[in-house]
């Protein structure tokens, strides 16, 4: 039996952050709390950015946080942060981080496909955007790890 | 014809961008085989045909002479879908 992907202790909505940094590591620390990745994926995460600039920045809104699998990562996890006001993330305005955690290069895949297939109908776009926790949820339910 | 989608690690966003890619494939009726992969990986893999984003594109330009295309938003179809109809408009020119 497998576990949903997505409950309440890994969907969080905030108002807002400080700053894109600020907001990643609040989007972390489901992962960090569950031991599925340590303090270092987030730096690493950080680091990229900061090297490679904001193209995880994958459509209006939406970026997909992620450093290089295995290094920090325990086992394979995936948290979402909706922000109701935008954050700038190098320039690009987000409200929804959504961190991914893989261990190897594929394991992940399948998982990854799903949300975001989810996340390309604009209706569950909007949903997401709209920031209920229990609708988002939901709307994942079927979405196992 | 084979189409590398690039990003930094290869596992996240250059795996949604191939998402994206093979739609516009499908839907512009091309043979084509989409991949995905990592920068450093890009570097020593031909293809007919590079897309990756603005600030990885002159890193791949650097080690191979095929087009290289930067997307702006991975998962915007429409974007994908100008970047490629540019790359068959102006194939074979050089």
């Keep these: ?145 | 014809m084979k189409i590398l989608a690039v990003c930094g690690f290869g596992v996240g966003s250059s795996m949604v961008l191939k998402m994206t890619l093979e739609k516009v494939v499908m839907e512009l009726g091309l043979n084509a085989d989409v991949k995905n992969t990592d920068i450093a990986s890009a570097k020593a893999e031909e293809a007919d045909v590079y897309f990756t984003s603005a600030e990885l594109k002159p890193d791949i330009e650097s080690s191979t002479s095929k087009p290289v295309y930067a997307i702006k938003r991975y998962m915007d179809k429409n974007e994908v879908l100008q970047a490629m109809n540019d790359f068959l408009a102006h194939r074979g020119e050089k």
């Design chain 1, 1 to 145: 039996m497998s576990e949903t992907l997505f409950n309440e202790k890994n969907v969080q909505i905030i108002d807002g952050a400080h700053d894109w940094r600020d907001a990643l590591w609040q989007a972390s620390l489901p992962l960090i709390k569950e031991d599925a990745i340590t303090t270092d994926y987030v730096l690493n995460m950080i680091a990229s950015v900061e090297k490679n600039g904001p193209y995880m920045v994958l459509t209006d809104y939406f970026a997909l946080m992620h450093a290089r699998p295995g290094q920090g990562v325990n086992k394979l996890g995936m948290s979402l942060l909706i922000s109701r006001k935008a954050i700038d993330l190098e320039g690009k305005p987000v409200k929804i981080f959504l961190v991914m955690a893989a261990v190897d290069n594929t394991s992940h895949l399948q998982s990854l496909q799903k949300v975001v297939s989810i996340l390309m109908d604009p209706k569950s776009y909007q949903i997401i955007l709209n920031a209920n926790k229990k609708a988002i949820v939901a709307m994942f339910a079927k979405v196992k790890v």
